[in-house]
């Protein structure tokens, strides 16, 4: 037994140091004033990198943008995606199925084998170099996978606490409202959470759609740190890679006592 026990540590160390390596570059690359592609501890440690960074034109206007375009991606997706998982958890409708598997199907959609099209439906309907039209497509591209979690999540809230609430002359939205968005609080935290990273993220939709230097998100400003004829700012850009994860990580702390709580309803309902 303790020779594939002593196999499967070895493989669990690998990964373990996979992960592990790139954080330690971004680390060490992001204080030295040589950083390099080695991580290796800095032989003269300094915040220049930082400071190069932490200003409005190089950090700040693209992490205000990005945040602009994921905040306002994830709250039209998780709206969206309430009202549409409603109706899907809770009424039996005739081409439910069909509906949920052409979701299912879209999830599974590359979006650059559709950005050709969708560049020229934005040019017709001068949506090009807009931060709206960005935050509406990359809303609409997360929509399915948000439709599709949302109703999982509804699926586990007994129907039963809303009937109590259409027997006392509650609406279905007034009993969506009041019982099942509170109940799934932590679901609605888990989409959110999925699409704003998701959106953070994305490059292509951003870089394809946005022509003014001064709309670019974080993750397109970016790539200013890659010169031309292979010159790269290995300490700024590894500075501003832990810059650019501090949101994410910021709001994963926010709500992690809601994603901890899980779906408690013992004792919701009376048998």
Same mark, same amino acid.
């Given at each position: 037994?303790?020779?594939?026990?002593?196999?499967?540590?070895? +493989?669990? =160390?690998?990964?373990?140091?996979?992960?592990?390596?790139?954080?330690?570059?971004?680390?060490?690359?992001?204080? $030295?004033?040589?950083?390099?592609?080695?991580?290796?501890?800095?032989?003269?440690?300094?915040?220049? #990198?930082?400071?190069?960074?932490?200003?409005?034109?190089?950090?700040?206007?693209?992490? &205000? #943008?990005?945040?602009?375009?994921?905040?306002?991606?994830?709250?039209?997706?998780?709206? %969206?995606?309430?009202?549409?998982?409603?109706?899907?958890?809770?009424?039996?409708?005739? /081409?439910?199925?069909?509906?949920?598997?052409?979701?299912?199907?879209?999830?599974?959609?590359?979006?650059?084998?559709?950005?050709?099209?969708?560049?020229?439906?934005?040019?017709? =309907?001068?949506?090009? $170099?807009?931060?709206?039209?960005?935050?509406?497509?990359?809303?609409?591209?997360?929509?399915?996978?948000?439709?599709?979690?949302?109703?999982? /999540?509804?699926?586990?809230?007994?129907?039963?606490?809303?009937?109590?609430?259409?027997? $006392?002359?509650?609406?279905?939205?007034?009993?969506?409202?009041?019982? +099942?968005?509170?109940?799934?609080?932590?679901?609605?935290?888990?989409?959110?959470?999925?699409?704003?990273?998701?959106?953070?993220?994305?490059?292509? +939709?951003? /870089?394809?759609?946005?022509?003014?230097?001064?709309?670019?998100?974080?993750? +397109?400003?970016?790539?200013?740190?890659?010169?031309? #004829?292979?010159?790269?700012?290995?300490?700024?850009?590894?500075?501003?890679?832990?810059?650019?994860?501090?949101? &994410? =990580?910021?709001?994963?702390?926010?709500?992690?006592?809601?994603?901890?709580?899980?779906?408690?309803?013992?004792?919701?309902?009376? %048998?």
């Amino acid at each position: 037994m303790r020779g594939p026990r002593l196999v499967v540590n070895l +493989v669990l =160390l690998v990964v373990a140091v996979l992960f592990v390596a790139p954080l330690l570059w971004l680390v060490t690359a992001s204080f $030295d004033t040589h950083g390099g592609l080695a991580a290796k501890v800095p032989g003269e440690a300094t915040l220049g #990198n930082f400071g190069q960074i932490l200003n409005w034109q190089v950090g700040g206007r693209p992490l &205000v #943008n990005g945040l602009l375009i994921s905040a306002g991606t994830a709250i039209i997706a998780v709206v %969206a995606a309430v009202l549409a998982a409603y109706p899907l958890s809770r009424f039996q409708l005739r /081409f439910r199925r069909p509906f949920l598997y052409t979701i299912l199907f879209t999830t599974g959609l590359p979006v650059t084998a559709i950005m050709v099209p969708v560049y020229g439906l934005f040019v017709r =309907l001068s949506l090009v $170099d807009s931060l709206w039209g960005t935050t509406v497509f990359l809303a609409a591209t997360a929509l399915p996978m948000a439709i599709w979690m949302c109703k999982n /999540f509804m699926d586990g809230i007994p129907v039963s606490l809303e009937e109590a609430a259409w027997v $006392d002359g509650a609406s279905s939205l007034q009993a969506l409202r009041s019982i +099942v968005l509170p109940l799934m609080a932590p679901g609605v935290a888990v989409v959110g959470i999925f699409t704003f990273i998701t959106a953070w993220g994305n490059f292509f +939709v951003p /870089f394809v759609l946005l022509l003014d230097p001064d709309k670019m998100p974080a993750s +397109v400003g970016i790539f200013s740190f890659f010169g031309q #004829n292979g010159l790269v700012a290995y300490g700024q850009l590894a500075a501003y890679s832990i810059l650019y994860t501090a949101p &994410v =990580l910021a709001l994963y702390l926010v709500v992690s006592r809601w994603l901890g709580g899980g779906f408690s309803m013992a004792g919701a309902v009376k %048998a």
